[in-house]
């Protein structure tokens, strides 16, 4: 579970939003510090950026002040009860001296930088002042500190401390700059030595680039940093479990006996909880429900407690065992194309005493006076025998007389505001019901009526699960209140209601408007920052605009699905593109790209081709290789515009892309555990590029390379032991997925092969393969890849990480085996998921705990995958690949 999701979830009950909307104003406005609410000074501008409100001087001549790009920059954290102050502190320190600063304006922002998963990088800083040069520096940390002196605060983990206070330092950018790091991403950038832009590193420790010295008045306070150690610990520490912004756990030894344990880290004021506790409190929480339900045999023992550096650890017993969540990947019987009946039999009787155990355990937990308030597949254990279970991570535990509610809590688990003491266990144990045949509970955050929906789906693909085992988890879960009659007195209880479903995604075409009814409904065009709700990401710098998770990607898809233009879209579009904010990617999905084809496939080609010269006007020669952001993607859309321009240069520049991959690929590869593999972030990305290329000019060497990129990606790939499926192996987990798993790879096997089969040799500058080995090997892996691409349950709806990319894949495969039947199972397991907008068909995003419009994870890419499916016309698909037909060199694809 990815926890910055839930940050976004917070500000609107349909979609991801950024948390600095609840303080946008309006009647439900979340409340401003008193100091934020100060007149602006005569002479200073204000601005609100993010979650940061800033505030710089300005000449003579209404302009800022000049002030440098970069250098030793002053952090101050603060905790709630003090930040007024000390925002107000630092408004009238700065203010007389002409030193530009910002800070949190809002008390529920400067919570979420200190909120337990909120970003390490970022967590403490309240405010940031910045010096002109090393002597103000000095100068403001000595009069600063001195007036900030006894304030408390979160340690800035990106900094150096400056004595026992609120302050820290570090150097960085002042102003935005970005560079194309080695990875090939564009990143935040300051300039070194001789001037060059290199990344802004902001990793959560204190570093000085190595073409900086630090100031003298600062090293006293670096050496004090260094001087707190593990080494007088009787532990030894062997690794980290798990990092959050309130600290780490830790595996490690007790040297004093040999016993194994585990060590809870707490940091004092970070890691949040709602109801305001930091860490260090959690952390104690923890240690007395622990002590309260010592014994039980359900939990682990505390075995020590102490403080180092002012952290504060729990030691406990290290549990044999494995989360329940991880035992899903290699039990789950519906992660096959044709689960084996007695598989499905099996799974549902481990499961239900997997449930009765984990009840017991509750209740065993329950019987000490305490409710745990925090039951999740994450925080419960496995023992080896595969029967027993332990209960983990007690931070949110409380006495049952508090009957207090919810303050930590996962997603998929979350109990509604109404329950509170044992009643919010008894919700999670509910939503365990389910979650244990479909893990896919986040969707309750959305609409608790779901639950009825999923129980149905659950009896048809588990018969022998009772059907009262169920309606109990939806009556709980919805506050059905259960006939008395039949309650208690072994009758059947009555069946809750089934959730209002919207048009089935297979109805087609009355799925399809259902979709562009809802996306439009979804439609922001006064607002700057996205037009369509999607993704986080769309957050980041010019992710609004995008192929992926902005606006470009949902046009395409309306494009592409037959549902005609949206020209407010397409203005709000041409409009931010003409000015794109500073630190936009350059690449296809991720963005100038990108926003480029759209723009070109709408009919406004001179916008586009102002953003390509744009392109050409950076290092794009530098980009990683990769197609989402990289230089197969820019490559493929300045060929396309060269095809249908004319334009020499687009050529010759695509031609030069295709050069620099073909040279990449005869480097040494990368060690394996640092090598993406798949469509988006792999080798398949340019290998689609090379043959694409390959089609235009006939150069064998282009299919050649195409064919070791592929062979590249294909190395990192493994066949399943349940059901036979080819998957992209991360090391901790496996993808089927389009974006960054096996599928995306089956789809440019299938643009290979076509061409394959009618080249005489595969040999070239990449690669020295024969060619009825490769063709061979290649077709293997495709007929993996189908079978990756037809199970039965997948946990996401979207078309690059969940089932839509299956339809998409298996609506253009041409592998021996593909058919309807495995299609139309695919399409109608995408209604396991739907979801209701306005009464329309929409689709959760990523993690699915808001609803998505975007490509990439929500509605807009479904809608694209059904069109590329069911529409009579049959010409929909990705940017780049088309339906099939029998290619030839020298043709066109766009």
Known sequence: MEKRYE?????????????????????????????????VPEGWHSGRTADWLTLTPLGEDGAPLPSPAQGWKIHASAVRANADRIAAIVWD????????????????LLHLRNAKYARRDTSGKFVTVYPADEEQLHQVLLELGALLEGFEGPYVLTDLRWHDGPL??????????????????????VRDGSGTLVPDRRAPSFQVPQWVTLPSFLRPHLAARNTTTVGDL?????????????????QGTDTRDGRRVVLKEARPHAGLAADGADAVARLEREKEALERVAGTGVVPEVRGWFTLGEHRFLVM?????????????????????????RAVADYTAWALRIHRAVEQAVEAVHARGTVFNDLHVFNIMVAPDDESVFLIDFEAAAPAEDNGRQVVAHPGFFAPPDRRGADVDRYALACLRLALFLPVTTLFVVDRGKAAHLADVIAEQFPDVPRAFLDEAVAEITRSTP????????????????????VPPGDWPHSRDSMVKAILASATPERDDRLFPGDIAQFSDGGGLGLAHGAAGVLYALAEAGAGRYEEGERWLLDRAAAPPPGTPLGLYDGLAGVAHVLDRLGHRQPALDLVDGILRERWRNLSSDLHGGLAGVGLVLASLARTTGEPELRERAAEAADILVRRLTEPLPEA??????????????????????????EPRLLAAAAE????????????????????????????????????????LDDYLAHAAGASDTTGAAGTGDAGDTTGAFEQARSGILIAATSRFYAQPGLFQGRAGMVLHLSRTTAPGAGRARLDEQIAGLGWLAMAYQGQLAFPGHQMMRLSMDLATGTAGCLLALAAALDGAGTAHLPFLPPHRRPSPRGSAT
């Open 7 to 39: 940050v976004y979830a917070l500000a609107d009950g349909h979609f991801y939003d950024t948390p600095d909307r609840l303080s946008a104003g309006g009647p439900d406005a979340a409340p401003l510090f008193d100091t934020a609410r100060r007149p």
């Open 234 to 250: 009787p532990y030894r520490i062997e690794k980290a479990l798990h990092f959050s912004n309130g600290g780490g756990v830790y």
């Open 483 to 502: 006939d008395a009659a039949g309650a208690g007195n072994g009758a059947p209880l009555p069946r809750p209601a089934p959730a209002v479903q919207p």
């Open 93 to 108: 320190y700065c203010v007389p001296r002409r030193i530009p600063f910002k800070f949190v304006p809002a008390p529920h």
């Open 317 to 341: 017993d290290f549990l044999e065992g494995r989360p329940l969540n991880s035992c899903f990947a290699e039990r789950h019987p519906l992660l096959t194309p044709d689960p084996d009946p």
């Open 168 to 189: 820290y330092v570090r150097y960085g950018a002042f102003a935005r700059a970005y560079v194309v790091d080695e990875r090939g991403s564009l990143v935040p950038a």
């Open 709 to 748: 990129a592929l062979r590249r990606d294909l190395e990192r790939c493994v066949v399943q032991r349940s059901g036979g499926g080819l998957e992209v192996d991360e090391g901790w987990r496996t993808l089927p997925y389009l974006g960054d798993g096996s599928v995306g790879l089956g789809l440019v």
């Open 673 to 698: 555990p640092r090598r993406r593999a798949g469509l988006m972030r792999g080798a398949t990305g340019p290998a689609l590029f090379l043959v694409r290329q390959y089609e235009e000019t006939g």
